[in-house]
C-alpha cells in the first residue's frame, strides 16, 4: 500500500474504531507523516490529544515512545547519556527515548527550556549529539507534543526557535453533541476500549515509498506565488512584529502536496494552501503589544489575510488534468 491516499483512509479508519470525531486531526498528522513534519497539539485536558498520538503510533507501525515532560526532567532524559558498567569497567551508551520513530512529548510546556532545546537538534537534523557523538536517528521520526492552553502555572512557554520547528499547531476542540453521544454508547459497550484495541495498518517500508509520491506532486508557479504572497503578508501585517519564516513557506509547500495527495490529485490547488494557513501560521506569528491589548488573536490575522489576498485564478493549472482524468492511482 503505497498510494498516499489509501494510507491515510487506511490509518483514519482504524483510528476511528476507538476515537470519535477527530477526523481532521488524523488527516493533519498523516500530512505531517508524509512530509517529514512535527506537530503541536493544543487543548484542554480530557479531550484525547495524547489518545489520538498513541492510536496514530500505533496504526500506523510506527516505534513509538512517550515522555511526560516535567519541570525536574534533564536533557539526559530524553537524549540518553553514557551509564558506567561496573562488570565491564566502562561507560555504555543509554539511549533515550527520543531514539523512536514517533516521540510523543506530553505536555512540553511543563519542562524547563534547557530541557525542551534537548529537541531542537533532533527535530531539525534528525540526529542527536551525547557527549560529543552524534546519532542518527530512525527514519521515520516524527515528534508529537501536546500543550494544554488554560493552566499556565507551572508551565515555561515553547521559545520561538521550539515553536518555529513545529511544521503544524493542531488546535483540538471539544466534541460536538453527536460525537460525545456516540462515545457514551462505544464505551458503555466497551469500558476498556483502548489504543490497544487497533492494529497496526500500515508497513513502514510503503510509508516511505507513499512520501516518495508525495514528493512528486506537482505545485505551479502561480501557487508557489500565493504561497510567497500570503507568508509575506504576515510578515508586514500591522498586527504583527514577527510574522512566517523561510521554514514555514516551506511548509507550505511541503504539506499542500501531502493534502493534495491525500485526496487524490497530483497536484495543488489554491484550497490545499487555504486549508493548512492556520495550523501552519498560528504559533509562528508574534503580535504587536496593541493588538494583544485590543483581543487581536493569530487566528484573526490569519483569517484576514487568507480573505485579502487573491488566489491564483484558476483552481486547476492549465497544464494539469483535472481529478477525474488523472488521480492518484491505487494499488490494487
Do not use: C, W
Not at 65 to 80: C, E, H, V, W
Amino acid at each position: 500500500m503505497t498510494d498516499p491516499q489509501e494510507t491515510y483512509t487506511t490509518i483514519r479508519d482504524e483510528v476511528q474504531t476507538v476515537l470519535i470525531g477527530k477526523e481532521e486531526v488524523v488527516e493533519q498528522l498523516t500530512i505531517s507523516l508524509l512530509t517529514g513534519g512535527h506537530v503541536l497539539l493544543e487543548g484542554v485536558p480530557g479531550i484525547a490529544k495524547t489518545t489520538a498520538a498513541s492510536l496514530f503510533a500505533r496504526a500506523s507501525g510506527l516505534d513509538s515512545s512517550r515522555i511526560q515532560m516535567t519541570p525536574d526532567l534533564l536533557p539526559a532524559d530524553i537524549t540518553g547519556t553514557h551509564v558506567y558498567h561496573e562488570s565491564s569497567g566502562e561507560f555504555v551508551l543509554q539511549r533515550g527515548p527520543v531514539f523512536a520513530n514517533l516521540v510523543l512529548a506530553d505536555e512540553i510546556n511543563r519542562a524547563t527550556p534547557k530541557t525542551q532545546s534537548a529537541l531542537l537538534e533532533a527535530m531539525q537534523e534528525r540526529q542527536v549529539t551525547i557527549e560529543g557523538e552524534t546519532l542518527s536517528l530512525p527514519t521515520p521520526f516524527m515528534v508529537i507534543a501536546t500543550q494544554n492552553p488554560i493552566e499556565m502555572e507551572g508551565t515555561f512557554e515553547l521559545p520561538e526557535a521550539q515553536r518555529d520547528r513545529f511544521q503544524l499547531k493542531l488546535i483540538v476542540d471539544l466534541p460536538e453533541r453527536d460525537d460525545e453521544s456516540e462515545l457514551l454508547d462505544r464505551f458503555d459497550q466497551t469500558p476498556d476500549l483502548s489504543p490497544e484495541a487497533i492494529e497496526q495498518v500500515i508497513d513502514p517500508a510503503d510509508l516511505l515509498d507513499a512520501r516518495e509520491m508525495v514528493v512528486d506532486v506537482h505545485v505551479s508557479d502561480e501557487i508557489k506565488g500565493y504561497i510567497l504572497d500570503l507568508v509575506g503578508e504576515t510578515r508586514d501585517h500591522p498586527d504583527t512584529s514577527h510574522g512566517g519564516s523561510p521554514r514555514a513557506t516551506l511548509a507550505f509547500l511541503n504539506t499542500s502536496k501531502a493534502r493534495a495527495a491525500i485526496h487524490g490529485r497530483d497536484y495543488v490547488i489554491p484550497d490545499d494552501i487555504k486549508a493548512l494557513a492556520e495550523p501552519i501560521l498560528t504559533h509562528r506569528l508574534l503580535l504587536t503589544p496593541e493588538a494583544e491589548l485590543s483581543d487581536v488573536t493569530s487566528e484573526d490575522v490569519i483569517e484576514e489575510i487568507v480573505s485579502s489576498v487573491e488566489p491564483p485564478g484558476s483552481s486547476v493549472p492549465d497544464d494539469r488534468p483535472t481529478v477525474s482524468d488523472n488521480p492518484i492511482p491505487h494499488n490494487e
